[in-house]
Structure formats: C-alpha cells, structure tokens
C-alpha cells in the first residue's frame, strides 16, 4: 500500500492509520548510519496536526524570570543553530517479543521503531537561558497539541525531563530534519530532540514549554511510559513504576531479516547497538549456536555520541534453520538481557533481550 501523505516507503509496517503509527522494515534500516526520511519509523498517539509555521508560537512559561513566546522566525534569528544526529527509538520497540511471552494492549511494534536523523535546530538550553530559569526549576515540561484519545482523560500529548538533561547541549529544539523542513509527520515546524532518551520524550510540534518544580503531570509521563517491576496491568494504569528516561542498552540484527531463505556458507551480518544516554558501545558479540559460542562482531564508528553502532560480521551458516544471536556491552561493563520473559512488564516497554533472528539456508 502506497502512503503518499507521509512519503514514507510502500513496504513500511503500518499499525495503525489513524493515529498514524508505522515501523521501518529492518532491510530500509539496515547498512546506512541515517535513516531517510521516507523510512523514519512515525509514532503517534493523536491525529497529525498541521500548523502553519509562520503564526506558530513557542511559549517558554512556570518557573522563568521572562516568559517568552517565540515564533520560528525568533528562533533561527536569536539563536546560534546547532545539529546532532541521534538516534530515536521508541520505548515499545520489539514489544511483540513481550507479546509472546504474555499479552500485552497496545501496538505489537517489532524491531523497527527506531531510526536515526541528523537534526538542526537551536540548543533548548539557549532558549531558556534567555527566559531567564529559575534555580527550582528542576523539570521541563513540554506540550503539543495532538488530543491523544487513550489517555486518561484525553489530552494533549507532553512530557518533561529534568533540568540537567534540558540544558545539555545535545536537547535540541529542531526545526529540519536530514538537510530538510522538519517534515509535519515528524513534529515540523518545531519538535524537541533528546537524544539517548526514549522518543517519547522528544515531543513534536512543540507548542508550550514550562520550567516547574516536578515532573509533568501529563499522562504519558505520569502514567504511561513509565517501567513497572510488578506484572499488574491494574497498578500500571494507576501511575507507580518509574518513569522511562535514557534508553536501555539495546542491539538489534537488521540483516538479514526474521525468517529469510539465504544460501549457506559465508554470510554477512550486520546490525546496530545502542547505549544510554550517549555512553559507548564496548563489544558486540554474535552466536549461530544458541549462545554456547560467542564471536566478536567488528564494530563500526557511530555517526555521532547520540546515535547508533554499527557492527557486522561474516559467519558461516550452516545448512538448515538457525537462530542468529546477537548482544551489546557497553563501556560501563552493562549487558543486556537473555529472554523477554526475564523483563516483561504490563505496558511492554524497554524489550532489549538478546536480539533473535531465524533464518533457512539451503533450497527452499
Ligand atoms: N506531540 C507528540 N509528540 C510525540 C508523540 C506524539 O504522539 N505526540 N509520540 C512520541 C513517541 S512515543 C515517539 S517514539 C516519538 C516518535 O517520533 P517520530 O514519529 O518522529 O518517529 O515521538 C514522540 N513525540
Ligand atoms: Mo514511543
């Protein structure tokens, strides 16, 4: 089906229409550091808006010396630009892999909610540096207009992170997106970028930013998004848990893909690792032996601190069904989960257990 209201690719997996949600097929992710826009995975939990970039306002309000409304205009004048490729990936990522293990509501997002752009925009930290921040401000809130419908009660989606996090140099406010207009799919005029957070954080068509004492109240920050240790769905519609931040370290194969025929012999793997909250990658290692043996993968250069790794290697497949294995450890010694079931959790958030992928060598 072709989707020539968001130019994304024919081959994206779309869940849903309406609120657009679709993931990127891992070949459209595999081997290329940036993502095109076309294959960018969209995630939404409202209808799209569309604003008009020339009568949109950012309000910079709470806890400052001198609330500001800026228009875009303000912003690309005022302000020094700043561009950080980061990758983006969405805290239900591979929920289908927890879906397996025990039903969970919600989008079964396989692998391809994630994706990595190059952004350009203003550092937020400059924006509220001129507004003037208060010393109790130790979070930042920020809203959209897009009325999710499945929040409780339905509102506008929003977010928060804390002051540290919102004065990084990294946390953008971004206005283009891979040399381009930040298309409307993806927050344009203007999102907020936090890279090495999970993307609900960066909330797009940003409209109001506040400076407040805690963090926001808002339903997608104060109930969903948030990790519970406990299995009960009933406590995890009721807020509890821990709200979601840095992303977990995760790994992923992107080639070849979940179920494909290849010919044995030598076969090249390759995929991406990620770490939280912009800290190395340190090794990736790979198994075709259901992880009795381990071999080291070459790890490539990320485009920048804010993205993914990637990593490939050649193994020689043999003839039959194999489960490829894959997973990460990054510089301060973390390492990632072997099973879903190990991590399974009411909202399906965070599923960074090994990476798994089944393939068929030989004569179909
Ligand atoms: N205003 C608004 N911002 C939002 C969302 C949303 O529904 N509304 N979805 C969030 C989630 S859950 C993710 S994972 C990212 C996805 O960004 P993308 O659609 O550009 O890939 O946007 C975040 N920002
Ligand atoms: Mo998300």
Redesign the pocket.
Known sequence: MCRPEWDKRNDMVVHEDM?FNAESPRAALADQPITPIAA???????PIPSLDPVTWRLHIEGMVERPLALSLDDLQRDFESSEVTAT?????NRRAGLIEVRHIPGQPWGAG?I?TAAWRGVRLGDVLGAAGLSDGAAHIAF????V?EEARPPQ????SVDRCKALAPETLLAWEMNGVALPR???GPV??VVPGY?????????ERIIAQGEPSDNY?QAVA?RLHSGADPAEALSGGGEALGPVALSADILHPDDGDHLPPGPTAISGYALAPDGEDIDEVTVSIDGGRTWMVADLGDPPSRWSWWPWRMVVDLPAGETEILARARDATGRCQPERAREIWNPHGYVNNSWARVRVTAGPR
């Open positions: 609120p960018f995975y969209a995630r939404n939990h409202g983006l990936q969405c805290a239900g909610a994706s809203e959209g207009p897009d999710a506008a989606f929003g977010a799919v993806h927050g999102r907020v999970i993307g609900a954080r960066s909330v797009k068509w940003v997608f998004y």
